[in-house]
């Protein structure tokens, strides 16, 4: 149980062109949703939080107008890179939080989408 | 907000040896702390995780303490395998408990047989 997937898994793009992520929690609802961004051999960085229904909140200089985040059903929440640049390149994640996680407040990791801009 | 620092990698160990990887983190109150891995080609998993000092979270072998006195949140294997390779990676909300995650910048285990 508590499967997260994203799609597409890797991803080209030209500079100047928008691209959509999308991260889906599979088998159960999740009311919050999470994007994460990772450089190779470094750590994760919290990027924005996305509750259902309402817009994302976002980490303090992450470009919001860059970076558009939906989070339209308890299921799906998409990340579109818009007019990306070879600088965008990198590792996004995203993780989901189970509408019924309580007090524990776990995520579930989705397996992440490679982003190339050339 | 809240931070981690974890040692840093990567650490090369033979099969059956002891593991220590330190782990210390600044933070507002006590939250959640968790200890995830990431295997070669693979999504983040959640290892363990301590919700209260004084915790002992543990799965599959490894464990740690939440250590409220020196903020400290180590993680431990008695004996590990080769199959244990991986990135593992310290977290915490970055500031309540409710937030999305601050990770360490992980540590590369590699076990040799």
């Known amino acids: 149980g508590a499967v997260v997937s994203q799609h597409p898994s890797w991803v080209i793009c030209k500079s100047g062109t928008s691209v959509k992520i999308e991260c889906r929690s599979l088998d159960f609802q999740a009311t919050t949703m999470f994007w994460y961004r990772q450089f190779p051999k470094q750590s994760l960085m919290l990027m924005a939080t996305s509750n259902e229904g309402s817009k994302a909140t976002y980490e303090q200089g992450v470009e919001k107008d860059k970076f558009l985040i939906n989070h339209a059903s308890l299921t799906l929440s998409t990340l579109t890179v818009t007019s990306a640049h070879p600088e965008d390149s990198s590792f996004y994640i995203c993780?989901?939080?189970?509408?019924?996680?309580?007090?524990?407040?776990?995520?579930?990791f989705g397996p992440g989408t490679r982003l190339t801009v050339t | 907000g809240n931070s981690v620092t974890q040692m840093e990698g990567p650490v090369t160990l033979s099969e059956e040896a002891f593991l220590t990887i330190n782990c210390t983190y600044t933070?507002?109150?006590?939250?959640?702390l968790f200890w995830y891995v990431q295997y070669p080609g693979e999504g983040l998993q959640l290892l363990l995780k301590a919700t209260k000092a004084d915790d002992k979270g543990s799965n599959k072998g490894f464990e740690a303490t939440y250590r409220k006195e020196t903020t400290s949140f180590h993680l431990e294997k008695g004996s590990v395998q080769v199959s244990d390779s991986a990135v593992y990676f310290c977290a915490l909300p970055v500031r309540g408990g409710a937030d999305g995650l601050t990770f360490g910048k992980g540590t590369h285990l590699i076990i040799q047989p």
């Open positions: 993780s989901a939080r189970a509408a019924t996680s309580g007090a524990t407040y776990e995520q579930y």
């Open positions: 933070a507002t109150g006590y939250p959640s």
